[in-house]
């Protein structure tokens, strides 16, 4: 597989359900980043990980819980999410933070019951 | 801090028809500008940048001008395709600001009727 790659695609949890994203780029990039994209909303970066190392947690709640265990995997750990964290989860991936191109993936879509 | 403000959607044209998508932005300093699009199902992909003042950004019949006197980077298409149809995002990055993170707008939905 090429460029980046998120599973799953779709994910339907309960409030006290405990679960996980996954994304995985094929690109040789150092940098990994989370963002939450909600309808008529722009973007909103959550997360920036450089050389597995966490650079920026943007006032993320607890609950939203980012790993990093190398530079081509990303993961994030969701627990007693809200509905309101119903969202389009998306990775994306740059050569480097400073990097001008990001290349995203297509996203997890979560919906909270 | 650092802004991105592109008009609201939904924009419906015909096949062939011109397409003008307005942003502008707020930032100090000389940030990048750039034009992402997400077509149904899918992440975002880079369409085009411009990183100075009076750059033009162009890929697959897209352009857009860096104009740095009215803080804009309006999207343009001459002709556009039911291919074309998807959300377009206008974005910045300052590395003298907002730590050199992208800013996104927040999108624009155009569908293209055959």
């Known amino acids: 597989e090429t460029g980046v790659t998120q599973t799953p695609r779709h994910l339907v949890m309960g409030m006290t359900n405990k679960k996980s994203l996954k994304c995985e780029q094929h690109?040789?990039?150092?940098?990994m980043y989370w963002y939450k994209q909600s309808a008529k909303k722009p973007l909103e970066l959550m997360f920036v990980?450089?050389?597995?190392?966490?650079?920026e947690n943007n006032s993320v709640p607890s609950r939203f819980s980012p790993e990093c265990p190398n530079s081509s995997h990303l993961f994030l750990h969701l627990h007693t999410l809200q509905p309101e964290d119903s969202a389009l989860y998306l990775c994306?991936?740059?050569?480097?933070?400073?990097?001008?191109?990001?290349?995203f993936g297509p996203g997890t879509r979560l919906t909270v019951l | 801090g650092d802004s991105v403000t592109q008009m609201e959607g939904p924009v419906t044209l015909s096949e062939e028809a011109f397409l003008t998508i307005n942003c502008t932005y707020t930032?100090?300093?000389?940030?990048?500008l750039f034009w992402y699009v997400q077509y149904p199902g899918e992440g975002l992909q880079l369409l085009l940048k411009?990183?100075?003042?009076?750059d033009k950004g162009s890929n697959k019949g897209f352009e857009a001008t860096y104009r740095k006197e009215t803080t804009s980077f309006h999207l343009e298409k001459g002709s556009v395709q039911v291919s074309d149809s998807a959300v377009y995002f206008c974005?910045?990055?300052?590395?003298?600001?907002?730590?050199?993170?992208?800013?996104f707008g927040k999108g624009t939905k155009l569908s293209v009727k055959p």
């Open positions: 690109l040789g990039h150092n940098a």
């Open positions: 974005a910045l990055k300052n590395y003298g600001g907002s730590q050199g993170n992208l800013i």
């Open positions: 994306a991936s740059s050569q480097d933070p400073v990097s001008d191109t990001q290349y």
């Open positions: 930032a100090t300093g000389y940030p990048s």
């Open positions: 411009a990183t100075k003042a009076d």
């Open positions: 990980y450089n050389f597995k190392e966490q650079t």
